[in-house]
């Protein structure tokens, strides 16, 4: 609010700013009262009970790249985690094939006296400690931590003055010298290789920070400081946008043969490649060039685009704009440039097609393997995994099955983790719900519905919890509109839901919802809510329209809660808290 202006300092230095926080803060204290206290005030025992629950010294689910697995650990007392690696060949214990490498599972004890020194696999190594690379420095975020096609090497981005401005580094991994670091370059947070170890891609930002031209980086032979190899002028301009409304991003195929340039603005996106197998006389060529309210996405395989778009065919008469899909569409063609002309439907084994774009089911992006794509997505209001079957023969793109992926609970959060390998025949999903804390699951493409067969890898340990005590429920309330129902969430402890059951007394109810751009609130797993819980609290999330928990259409006018029908998102939230005292008549 205008009136409000004056707070304004971005310095911070304004001393009538400061001395107002001052008086703030003074007054939260006279407040608060003993509730402050130290030790025994309310806020001390919550926070000691929310640090209660985190394992500080742990590690992230390994995964096998080439010959080596890769994975981050964190140990208590350092503010970063340190990245690490360990061989592939002569890893010991019980481990599960995937062709050639295998799916270790640790026998790493976070109970152990020597918890913090003990690897986590057998020879393992550091390649990157960020806790090292904070030293001297007020601030330090990495952004990309990208190893290099031959092992050799890791480059990472790296922003010390908490600015969002990045400076680029790679290191030698086995000798730990820094052998590329272009004094003043100033980049975005994404790195990404090129074919081999020679070549680097990233972004340089305009004024306004927004990323806007993609580089190539030869590197040289000599180590940082050698003037060749510090030469940022000397590398070059791939591509740049010029329109402040499109910000661009880079990544690469999951095959590795392409760098996708993708530029986009809220309602319009556009996609080139560069083909990484045609070495440094490859030229950039576009996908499919930017049309008016079309976004896309774009995969590869086996010759292929695989595309993700609201591309519906149909233009908005007199405008010459897209009318979009309520979600997004699955189709693909042959991989060539200028390809929108020749865009298909991606259809099953029933000639069926896979995703048309409609309400029902709501696609948000696809990852291809040699034999598989893993597509994720919506339906019902929760996250759910397809797994795309194609034929067993090289280069084969006959689709032989789509399976949608079933949980034995009703309601989760479920989502592709760490896996590397194209030619892939099993994957890792991440896995939680209201009551799960975080599962790294194995799952055969092949039989992706064998839940026997599923593997976990790895459970988050929660110190302390015990999921017997606690249950959930999914629900839905009518709105006022008479034909939306909003779908809630309920999470709480068994014995005080079955004394609510009993005798119908009146619950402590948090009611918790957010719906905005599109951003789903999903019903994962949350250890910063169990001081409420063990209270005797009820917490409720209402998934009010706004968000993207039901598709594009929960966010999109006309029926969702954007621009005009924002309102829809208040209304939801004041229904949901309706419904709970009047109807369930759990709080008041």
Same mark, same amino acid.
């Given at each position: 609010?205008?009136?409000?202006?004056?707070?304004?300092?971005?310095?911070?230095?304004?001393?009538?700013?400061?001395?107002?926080?001052?008086?703030?803060?003074?007054?939260?204290?006279?407040?608060?009262?003993?509730?402050?206290?130290?030790?025994?005030?309310?806020?001390?025992?919550?926070?000691?009970?929310?640090?209660?629950?985190?394992?500080?010294?742990?590690?992230?689910?390994?995964?096998?790249?080439?010959?080596?697995?890769?994975?981050?650990?964190?140990?208590?007392?350092?503010?970063?985690?340190?990245?690490?690696?360990?061989?592939?060949?002569?890893?010991?214990?019980?481990?599960?094939?995937?062709?050639?490498?295998?799916?270790?599972?640790?026998?790493?004890?976070?109970?152990?006296?020597?918890?913090? +020194? @003990?690897?986590?696999?057998? %020879?393992?190594?550091?390649?990157? #400690? /960020?806790?090292?690379?904070? !030293?001297?420095? *007020?601030?330090?975020?990495?952004?990309?931590?990208?190893?290099?096609?031959?092992?050799?090497?890791?480059?990472?981005?790296?922003?010390?003055?908490?600015?969002?401005?990045?400076?680029?580094?790679?290191?030698?991994?086995?000798?730990?010298?820094?052998?590329?670091?272009?004094?003043?370059?100033?980049?975005?947070?994404?790195?990404?290789?090129?074919?081999?170890?020679?070549?680097?891609?990233?972004?340089?930002?305009?004024?306004?920070?927004?990323?806007?031209?993609?580089?190539?980086?030869?590197?040289?032979?000599? +180590? @940082?400081?050698?003037?060749? %190899?510090?030469?940022?002028?000397? #590398? /070059?301009?791939?591509?740049? !946008?010029?329109? *402040?409304?499109?910000?661009?991003?880079?990544?690469?195929?999951?095959?590795?043969?392409?760098?996708?340039?993708?530029?986009?603005?809220?309602?319009?996106?556009?996609?080139?490649?560069?083909?990484?197998?045609?070495?440094?006389?490859?030229?950039?060529?576009?996908?499919?060039?930017?049309?008016?309210?079309?976004?896309?996405?774009?995969?590869?395989?086996?010759?292929?685009?695989?595309?993700?778009?609201?591309?519906?065919?149909?233009?908005?008469?007199?405008?010459?704009?897209?009318?979009?899909?309520?979600?997004?569409?699955?189709?693909?063609?042959?991989?060539?440039?200028?390809?929108?002309?020749?865009?298909?439907?991606?259809?099953?084994?029933?000639?069926?097609?896979?995703?048309?774009?409609?309400?029902?089911?709501?696609?948000?992006?696809?990852?291809?393997?040699?034999?598989?794509?893993?597509?994720?997505?919506?339906?019902?209001?929760?996250?759910?995994?397809?797994?795309?079957?194609?034929?067993?023969?090289?280069?084969?793109?006959?689709?032989?099955?789509?399976?949608?992926?079933?949980?034995?609970?009703?309601?989760?959060?479920?989502?592709?983790?760490?896996?590397?390998?194209?030619?892939?025949?099993?994957?890792?999903?991440?896995?939680?719900?209201?009551?799960?804390?975080?599962?790294?699951?194995?799952?055969?493409?092949?039989?992706?519905?064998?839940?026997?067969?599923?593997?976990?890898?790895?459970?988050?340990?929660?110190?302390?919890?015990?999921?017997?005590?606690?249950?959930?429920?999914?629900?839905?309330?009518?709105?006022?509109?008479?034909?939306?129902?909003?779908?809630?969430?309920?999470?709480?402890?068994?014995?005080?839901?079955?004394?609510?059951?009993?005798?119908?007394?009146?619950?402590?109810?948090?009611?918790?919802?957010?719906?905005?751009?599109?951003?789903?609130?999903?019903?994962?797993?949350?250890?910063?809510?169990?001081?409420?819980?063990?209270?005797?609290?009820?917490?409720?999330?209402?998934?009010?329209?706004?968000?993207?928990?039901?598709?594009?259409?929960?966010?999109?006018?006309?029926?969702?809660?954007?621009?005009?029908?924002?309102?829809?998102?208040?209304?939801?939230?004041?229904?949901?808290?309706?419904?709970?005292?009047?109807?369930?008549?759990?709080?008041?």
């Amino acid at each position: 609010p205008k009136q409000l202006c004056w707070m304004r300092s971005d310095d911070r230095s304004s001393q009538e700013v400061l001395d107002h926080l001052k008086a703030e803060n003074d007054y939260t204290t006279a407040i608060m009262g003993n509730l402050l206290d130290a030790d025994v005030g309310l806020r001390d025992v919550l926070y000691k009970e929310l640090v209660g629950r985190l394992q500080e010294t742990d590690y992230t689910t390994p995964s096998p790249d080439g010959q080596w697995y890769y994975y981050r650990r964190t140990f208590e007392g350092k503010s970063y985690p340190v990245h690490v690696r360990a061989p592939v060949v002569g890893g010991e214990g019980p481990q599960h094939q995937h062709q050639q490498h295998q799916y270790p599972i640790s026998t790493w004890d976070a109970a152990s006296p020597d918890a913090a +020194t @003990a690897p986590i696999l057998p %020879n393992e190594e550091v390649y990157l #400690d /960020e806790n090292a690379l904070a !030293e001297g420095h *007020d601030y330090c975020a990495t952004g990309s931590v990208a190893e290099s096609p031959s092992h050799d090497l890791v480059a990472y981005a790296v922003d010390f003055s908490g600015d969002e401005t990045y400076e680029l580094y790679v290191k030698d991994i086995v000798s730990e010298e820094v052998v590329d670091h272009p004094e003043g370059l100033e980049i975005d947070s994404t790195v990404r290789w090129g074919a081999d170890d020679s070549t680097l891609y990233y972004l340089k930002m305009d004024d306004q920070h927004r990323p806007y031209q993609v580089y190539r980086r030869t590197l040289s032979t000599g +180590t @940082a400081g050698d003037d060749a %190899n510090d030469a940022a002028a000397n #590398d /070059e301009l791939l591509f740049e !946008e010029p329109d *402040d409304l499109f910000w661009v991003g880079i990544s690469k195929s999951a095959d590795k043969k392409y760098l996708f340039i993708e530029t986009s603005s809220s309602e319009t996106s556009e996609v080139h490649y560069l083909d990484l197998t045609k070495g440094p006389d490859a030229s950039l060529e576009c996908i499919a060039k930017r049309r008016k309210k079309v976004l896309y996405d774009v995969e590869h395989r086996e010759g292929q685009w695989l595309i993700t778009t609201n591309w519906s065919g149909e233009l908005v008469v007199g405008e010459g704009a897209n009318t979009p899909t309520s979600n997004m569409r699955l189709m693909r063609c042959r991989a060539t440039p200028d390809s929108e002309g020749r865009w298909r439907p991606m259809r099953d084994n029933m000639d069926d097609i896979m995703f048309d774009g409609g309400a029902d089911r709501a696609l948000d992006h696809v990852n291809p393997f040699w034999r598989h794509a893993v597509v994720i997505g919506r339906e019902g209001g929760i996250p759910r995994v397809w797994i795309v079957r194609f034929g067993e023969e090289e280069c084969n793109l006959d689709i032989i099955d789509l399976t949608r992926l079933d949980f034995p609970e009703t309601s989760y959060d479920v989502g592709i983790g760490p896996n590397y390998e194209y030619r892939a025949t099993k994957i890792i999903l991440s896995y939680d719900s209201l009551v799960t804390p975080l599962e790294s699951v194995l799952v055969d493409m092949d039989e992706p519905n064998n839940l026997e067969g599923r593997v976990v890898l790895k459970k988050k340990n929660v110190p302390g919890y015990d999921r017997e005590q606690y249950a959930c429920d999914r629900t839905t309330v009518l709105s006022r509109d008479g034909e939306t129902m909003i779908p809630v969430s309920l999470v709480y402890r068994k014995d005080v839901m079955e004394e609510y059951t009993a005798n119908g007394k009146l619950l402590p109810t948090h009611l918790y919802g957010y719906g905005s751009y599109g951003s789903n609130v999903e019903d994962d797993f949350d250890s910063t809510r169990l001081p409420l819980l063990d209270r005797g609290m009820v917490y409720v999330i209402a998934h009010v329209r706004g968000g993207g928990e039901m598709g594009r259409q929960w966010y999109e006018e006309p029926k969702g809660a954007k621009y005009l029908c924002k309102t829809n998102t208040f209304n939801d939230f004041i229904d949901v808290a309706r419904w709970l005292a009047n109807d369930k008549k759990l709080t008041i």
